[in-house]
């Protein structure tokens, strides 16, 4: 069946520091992929998606690229910012219309000043 | 628009008390799921509905758990008798599904302490 990895955190990182978190699914067809990003105390919403490969998604800084050779769709940002710190989520649909999301087990991030 | 709306936001019950938590999707969505989150576990997707009809409830743990909507703008997760385990975050969300695009809009979820 359909799943989603993604790396285990906490991830701990410096003003302005670069920032990775990988994520790779496995998935039948041609799935939507997705990051969402919780505050705490928030629900969910959504970061960035890409629905084909070599779509990129991109908002607020973040980016991240469908790469369906790799089966990979890691979170990028060249500069975080302490109202970055969240729990991050990768996530897949299936391409028809009304598929449920699989969601990775999220990655919290923490930056310090 | 809103947003996606749950009541209440937080739910403090004893061991045997019935909960039920209350979800208001998008206008207009015409997908709405349920969704638990707990440290163990993650994100579990408990049910899910399209046009009001329940679609798969195979994430529903037990039979203690019950989900209704009984109409396109309010659906209802009842828990009967609740337990100390049931204590998570619960949240709602809702999309209005396309071909290539489940994007989904969550609520804030209502956490639950069970005692």
């Known amino acids: 069946g359909n799943s989603v990895t993604q790396m285990e955190g906490p991830v701990t990182l410096s003003e302005e520091a670069f920032l990775t978190i990988n994520c790779t699914y496995t998935?039948?067809?041609?799935?939507?992929l997705f990051w969402y990003v919780q505050y705490p105390g928030e629900g969910l919403q959504l970061l960035l998606k890409?629905?084909?490969?070599?779509d990129k998604g991109s908002n607020k800084g973040f980016e991240a690229t469908y790469r369906k050779e790799t089966t990979s769709f890691h979170l990028e940002k060249g500069s975080v910012q302490v109202s970055d710190s969240a729990v991050y989520f990768c996530?897949?649909?299936?391409?028809?219309?009304?598929?449920?999301?699989?969601f990775g087990k999220g990655t919290t991030l923490s930056v310090s000043s | 628009d809103a947003g996606v709306i749950q009541s209440p936001r937080h739910e403090v019950t004893e061991m045997g008390q019935e909960v039920t938590l209350r979800c208001k999707p998008i206008s207009g969505h015409d997908y709405l799921f349920w969704y638990r989150q707990t440290m163990m576990r993650g994100l579990e997707l408990l049910i899910y509905f399209n046009n009001n009809v329940p679609i798969d409830d195979s994430g529903m743990p037990e039979d203690r758990f019950s989900a209704k909507m009984p109409n396109a703008s309010f659906s209802t997760l009842k828990i009967q008798p609740s337990e100390p385990r049931d204590s998570a975050v619960y949240f709602c969300?809702?999309?209005?599904?396309?071909?290539?695009?489940?994007?989904?809009?969550f609520g804030p979820g209502t956490r639950l302490t069970v005692l």
């Open positions: 969300a809702s999309t209005l599904a396309r071909v290539g695009s489940n994007e989904q809009f």
């Open positions: 890409a629905t084909k490969a070599d």
């Open positions: 998935a039948t067809g041609y799935p939507s």
């Open positions: 996530a897949l649909s299936g391409y028809q219309a009304g598929t449920a999301l699989i």
